[in-house]
């Protein structure tokens, strides 16, 4: 009899190993099959018997089988004929296969997670993505449910006598207060159980920060220093949610008097922390949250909040799972995630769930029933979906000095994780925290694990409609080269691939697609990306072959330049396609390449080897995308042909992003300074250019040209920067209709657009405030000589017969033009982003308050390739460094200059625009906040020439500038208000700093030497001055009269428009 602590009963392998899921007897016939050991006292029963008994006495409830549960049932259920069954399963390069049940070997070659249906002869009864079971219906005529696996044994039968024991894991979730800081009593205090509830607007965005901050009971892991930078690390994160394991009573004391978590967040604990003895869970919150914990004398009990919004709610699960110092440690965590899944699914109105925390899995091979259970649930890892070929370990005793001291196996892993469940957000960024040491004389980490960082984004409908059509084996998206090179291909391919008949030479892109149906909705979806990517150029030279079980596949390597112009597209569709990433690749890279058929697995050398001597390469150019039609006994044949085109310079509607090193990215997204993708930034964009291709359909004799200007424009734009965009049109364009197109157009994607226009100045304006993005149109009436001719060619015109307001459009079209070529003959953008994010983030871009602005910073970017001799070859921290040095030194005191001698000046700065008539571009930088400039560059310098390791010099990088003492510090903080007057506000007071700031110098005799800016939870700027005149006492009076005169000529010159008033401090 075998029985274990929880009172389970188990089918001993020993007395019948044909069950055993490992046992390799599973092909025996049900007649040498032995008996099975029972805790009750019926009389014995057969085998048969048996089983059907285990599949009968199932619970009904809506939770997916499984497919190794139903594939041993069609195995060992009598009922079931097994030769009738089929398996598809993803083969990991070549798609979608299906192999007889009976050739099936469990736990062999193919995972269980590769399984995507079962068939009984041509009907599906099993299938994974549209979650369907039929063999249950059609067994017990019984709605579908889920079966009891073989390898999951049934509770045991307990005497009503017998007090039944509850395990750990199946601990009953009950609620508990929420806490919020009360400033006037200066404590804690529980919200309502209403409060706690309240109704909120959907977030456009989530950031979530996971973290296991290490428990130190015994006091010798350095926590009171370790805790300061900890706290920092959180406060910078900017989180929304935070979720943190092993807080110990003493830690969440700690963390509950920072003020930044005071005044931002809701917590699940009271200070106390009665909760968390000996450590445990907590969840801080910038929403009001309902919580609910797990009753359990674990200290690893499972902490659920919900966050209740307008269109449904939000559930987040913080785990702390088992160890692998346990024993069956895998078999523990897969309840204790079955039960908290089985607790998540009770809340019927819940839109999104998270679960994070410390999983303790090593990895997918560890703990497979785990990792099948969050597929089955349609749940995303996030670090792998946003970074496949990154392994993205958080626990590294190779590295972590606190990891080495408390491993037991000294391996890495990735126990540190997050998934989401959501129609509503999509994963958008995720990067690890802490990874590197603090100041300290033994290298000290913030913990043993690494935290995790991850923004989330509502998901739109333009971005979800494709995603829901199910993807069929019927179509698929290739890339087919031109038959003029046809033909020593298929030569090769006749000679070895079994298909050669069913299918034309092609690089697969997607192996299944949507039905051909909605080819000609998706033709015109995929018209800007196809338009922008361009065509390939590509050199078949070299044979390569994928490995398989008895065989290998021969392919041909598509060779381009740049090397990942086609992983990069293919990345691209897959946003829009997301669904057909889980059949054709899974969790593999995909590698573009051109079958050319099958050999043995011992013949594969040879082969290789002459296919490489004997092969003359090929070049030529794919010119389109082709969406192929299968037909069940035809060859593949082309149904539609995209056309790949370039895309006109000036005309992108596409918003880039800049590719930087990983260890850089991870940096910066702690700072919110990156993003792979910015959705707002592209909808403005999209919808701003189809407006415009919308307008000149209808208005054929005023049409407009649309040109993306600013950082946009040169394609460096960081996650917080404006969409500048220039329309040029005739003067019988009207403005005001114009304005009202993008306006409709843009209501249509969002409830909460905020936007004003000015229509009747000289240079129309149209602002919309966007997703936190801000979108900024300037119409200019232009020549038609001007309007026909390329901006790269306005130098040919004569710019004298212009306007003021039209010389000043064409100046900064024609700077753009120029920046824009330099950066692509030098491959600059990555050194010019890295300058912009180091100037965003110490606050030195600020132009209105005597920043340096961003076309300042892209002549920077372009002199210093030329001053430097960077190459695009160097790596980017080598150039980042002779960059810094160069600008530490006497850069700037002659005045820097691309081309033309320009005039002398006696501005602080002189960055001269790249085009005539020569502009200074920083003439608003004083001589005070030159100095700023000189003592931040210095700073990075050093910086360089301290830090060797790349991970630390970034992290240096972006850290605080040592903090310059005042004499006087002033704060303006904005009064809550709306969007709308909060942007109209701080837009008129940013016109009026730099006078406002030499008024103080002159009356007040004070000089700004640092400014620090904030935007949550309200706008502030907090202004540190001296006193130029020391030997005299600061004139306050001064300063208050120069603040009520900024508040009054705001008042008056914004007049009705919606605005808000500031207070101040000082």
């Given at each position: 009899?075998?029985?274990?602590?929880?009172?389970?009963?188990?089918?001993?392998?020993?007395?019948?190993?044909?069950?055993?899921?490992?046992?390799?007897?599973?092909?025996?016939?049900?007649?040498?099959?032995?008996?099975?050991?029972?805790?009750?006292?019926?009389?014995?029963?057969?085998?048969?018997?048996?089983?059907?008994?285990?599949?009968?006495?199932?619970?009904?409830?809506?939770?997916?089988?499984?497919?190794?549960?139903?594939i041993y049932q069609i195995i060992w259920d009598e009922r079931l004929h097994t030769h009738e069954y089929s398996i598809e399963y993803e083969e990991r390069f070549s798609g979608m296969r299906e192999i007889p049940v009976v050739d099936f070997e469990p736990d062999g070659e193919i995972p269980w997670h590769r399984i995507w249906r079962i068939k009984q002869g041509g009907t599906i009864v099993w299938d994974r993505k549209a979650r369907i079971d039929r063999i249950g219906q059609s067994q017990h005529n019984t709605p579908?449910?889920?079966?009891?696996?073989?390898?999951?044994?049934?509770?045991?039968?307990?005497?009503?006598?017998?007090?039944?024991?509850?395990?750990?894991?199946?601990?009953?979730?009950?609620?508990?207060?929420?806490?919020?800081f009360d400033p006037i009593h200066k404590q804690w205090q529980p919200l309502s159980s209403t409060e706690s509830r309240t109704s909120i607007p959907a977030p456009s965005s989530l950031r979530i920060v996971s973290f296991n901050v290490l428990m130190d009971p015994e006091a010798c892991y350095h926590t009171p220093t370790r805790q300061l930078h900890l706290f920092n690390t959180l406060k910078e994160a900017q989180a929304d949610i935070i979720a943190l394991q092993e807080v110990t009573p003493t830690f969440l004391q700690t963390l509950l008097t920072q003020e930044w978590v005071r005044g931002q967040y809701y917590c699940s604990d009271e200070p106390e922390g009665t909760q968390l003895t000996p450590y445990g869970q907590i969840i801080l919150s910038r929403y009001p949250v309902a919580f609910e914990r797990q009753e359990s004398n674990s200290p690893k009990r499972i902490l659920c909040g919900e966050w209740h919004t307008k269109e449904g709610a939000i559930e987040i699960a913080v785990v702390h799972l088992t160890s692998n110092r346990a024993k069956q440690?895998?078999?523990?965590?897969?309840?204790?995630?079955?039960?908290?899944?089985?607790?998540?699914?009770?809340?019927?109105?819940?839109k999104t769930r998270i679960i994070l925390g410390d999983f303790n899995i090593m990895s997918e091979q560890s703990d497979p029933d785990s990792i099948e259970r969050f597929m089955l649930e349609g749940y995303e890892d996030v670090w792998h979906t946003l970074h496949p070929k990154d392994s993205g370990e958080t626990f590294d005793p190779t590295r972590n000095a606190l990891a080495k001291q408390t491993s037991t196996t000294g391996q890495k892993a990735r126990y540190d994780r997050i998934y989401v469940n959501s129609e509503a957000y999509h994963p958008h960024t995720c990067t690890r925290l802490?990874?590197?040491?603090?100041?300290?004389?033994?290298?000290?980490?913030?913990?043993?694990?690494?935290?995790?960082?991850?923004?989330?984004?509502?998901?739109?409908?333009?971005?979800?409609?494709?995603?829901?059509?199910?993807?069929?084996?019927?179509?698929?998206?290739?890339?087919?080269?031109?038959?003029?090179?046809?033909?020593?291909?298929?030569?090769?391919?006749?000679?070895?691939?079994?298909?050669?008949?069913?299918?034309?030479?092609?690089?697969?892109?997607?192996?299944?697609?949507?039905?051909?149906?909605?080819?000609?909705?998706?033709?015109?979806?995929?018209?800007?990306?196809?338009?922008?990517?361009?065509?390939?150029?590509?050199?078949?030279?070299?044979?390569?072959?994928?490995?398989h079980a008895k065989q290998h596949t021969i392919w041909l390597h598509p060779e381009i330049h740049p090397p990942d112009r086609l992983k990069d597209f293919h990345a691209a569709l897959l946003k829009i396609f997301p669904q057909c990433k889980e059949r054709i690749a899974g969790r593999e890279e995909w590698h573009p390449h051109l079958s050319i058929g099958q050999v043995s697995a011992s013949k594969a050398p040879a082969v290789l080897r002459a296919l490489q001597q004997s092969w003359q390469p090929i070049h030529c150019t794919i010119d389109t995308l082709s969406l192929i039609r299968r037909e069940k006994d035809a060859p593949a044949s082309v149904h539609t042909q995209l056309p790949l085109q370039p895309t006109p310079s000036g005309h992108s509607s596409k918003h880039q992003v800049v590719k930087l090193p990983q260890t850089l990215q991870e940096v910066l997204q702690q700072h919110t300074l990156y993003t792979t993708e910015d959705t707002s930034k592209q909808t403005l964009l999209a919808q701003t250019h189809a407006c415009v291709a919308s307008w000149n359909e209808q208005h054929t004799s005023t049409p407009l040209q649309a040109y993306s200007i600013g950082s946009t424009g040169l394609q460096v734009a960081l996650p917080q920067s404006d969409v500048d965009v220039l329309l040029c049109c005739s003067k019988l364009t009207k403005p005001k209709e114009v304005f009202q197109a993008i306006g409709s157009a843009l209501r249509g994607h969002t409830q909460e657009l905020v936007e004003r226009s000015v229509v009747d100045a000289q240079i129309p304006v149209y602002k919309a405030y966007f997703e936190g993005t801000t979108l900024d149109i300037q119409l200019a009436h232009l020549p038609q000589q001007w309007r026909e001719t390329a901006p790269e060619s306005w130098r040919t015109l004569d710019i004298t017969a212009l306007t003021p307001s039209q010389r000043l459009m064409v100046q900064s079209l024609m700077d753009q033009h120029t920046l824009r070529t330099y950066l692509d003959e030098q491959n600059a953008r990555p050194l010019l982003y890295l300058l912009k994010a180091w100037a965003r983030r110490h606050q030195l871009d600020k132009q209105a308050w005597g920043g340096i602005g961003g076309i300042a910073w892209a002549i920077l970017a372009v002199a210093a390739h030329r001053a430097c001799q960077l190459s695009p070859e160097m790596p980017l921290l080598q150039q980042v460094k002779k960059t810094f040095g160069w600008l530490a030194g006497d850069a700037l005191k002659a005045g820097i200059s691309l081309?033309?001698?320009?005039?002398?000046?006696?501005?602080?700065?002189?960055?001269?625009?790249?085009?005539?008539?020569?502009?200074?571009?920083?003439?608003?930088?004083?001589?005070?906040?030159?100095?700023?400039?000189?003592?931040?560059?210095?700073?990075?310098?050093?910086?360089?020439?301290?830090?060797?390791?790349?991970?630390?010099?970034?992290?240096?990088?972006?850290?605080?500038?040592?903090?310059?003492?005042?004499?006087?510090?002033?704060?303006?903080?904005?009064?809550?208000?709306?969007?709308?007057?909060?942007?109209?506000?701080?837009?008129?007071?940013?016109?009026?700093?730099?006078?406002?700031?030499?008024?103080?110098?002159?009356?007040?005799?004070?000089?700004?030497?640092?400014?620090?800016?904030?935007?949550?939870?309200?706008?502030?700027?907090?202004?540190?001055?001296?006193?130029?005149?020391?030997?005299?006492?600061i004139d306050t009076n001064a300063i208050q009269a120069a603040l009520e005169t900024l508040q009054q000529d705001l008042d008056t010159s914004l007049g009705q428009q919606p605005h808000t008033t500031f207070h101040y401090t000082f």
């Open positions: 009899m075998l029985c274990d602590a929880a009172g389970f009963f188990y089918i001993s392998p020993r007395t019948f190993p044909c069950l055993h899921p490992y046992s390799p007897q599973h092909k025996t016939h049900p007649s040498q099959r032995g008996s099975v050991s029972r805790l009750s006292n019926d009389s014995p029963r057969s085998p048969p018997e048996m089983i059907k008994d285990l599949i009968m006495s199932k619970k009904t409830h809506t939770k997916l089988r499984t497919s190794r549960e139903v579908t449910h889920s079966t009891k696996s073989v390898t999951k044994p049934p509770k045991r039968r307990v005497s009503t006598k017998t007090k039944q024991h509850t395990p750990a894991h199946q601990a009953p979730f009950l609620p508990q207060p929420t806490y919020q440690p895998a078999k523990k965590r897969y309840l204790q995630l079955d039960h908290l899944l089985e607790e998540l699914e009770r809340h019927s109105d819940v802490g990874m590197a040491p603090i100041p300290h004389k033994e290298k000290l980490y913030l913990s043993d694990h690494y935290g995790l960082l991850c923004q989330i984004e509502a998901s739109t409908e333009t971005s979800t409609s494709f995603s829901e059509i199910p993807p069929t084996l019927k179509t698929a998206v290739a890339l087919i080269p031109p038959e003029s090179v046809w033909e020593p291909i298929q030569a090769l391919r006749a000679q070895y691939d079994r298909r050669f008949t069913r299918w034309m030479p092609h690089i697969t892109v997607f192996f299944q697609f949507v039905p051909e149906e909605h080819f000609d909705d998706i033709a015109l979806a995929l018209q800007q990306l196809l338009e922008e990517t361009g065509p390939f150029e590509i050199m078949f030279k070299e044979f390569r072959s994928f490995q081309e033309g001698i320009p005039e002398e000046t006696s501005s602080a700065i002189a960055i001269w625009t790249p085009t005539a008539p020569y502009v200074n571009s920083t003439r608003q930088v004083t001589h005070n906040t030159a100095k700023q400039l000189k003592r931040a560059f210095t700073s990075a310098h050093q910086i360089g020439e301290k830090e060797s390791s790349e991970q630390n010099y970034w992290t240096a990088l972006f850290t605080d500038l040592p903090t310059l003492q005042g004499d006087i510090t002033v704060t303006l903080t904005l009064d809550t208000a709306s969007a709308l007057a909060q942007h109209n506000t701080i837009g008129a007071l940013e016109k009026r700093a730099l006078s406002w700031l030499n008024t103080l110098e002159t009356t007040a005799h004070i000089e700004c030497q640092s400014l620090h800016f904030t935007t949550h939870p309200m706008w502030s700027v907090q202004m540190t001055f001296i006193n130029t005149h020391p030997s005299e006492s």
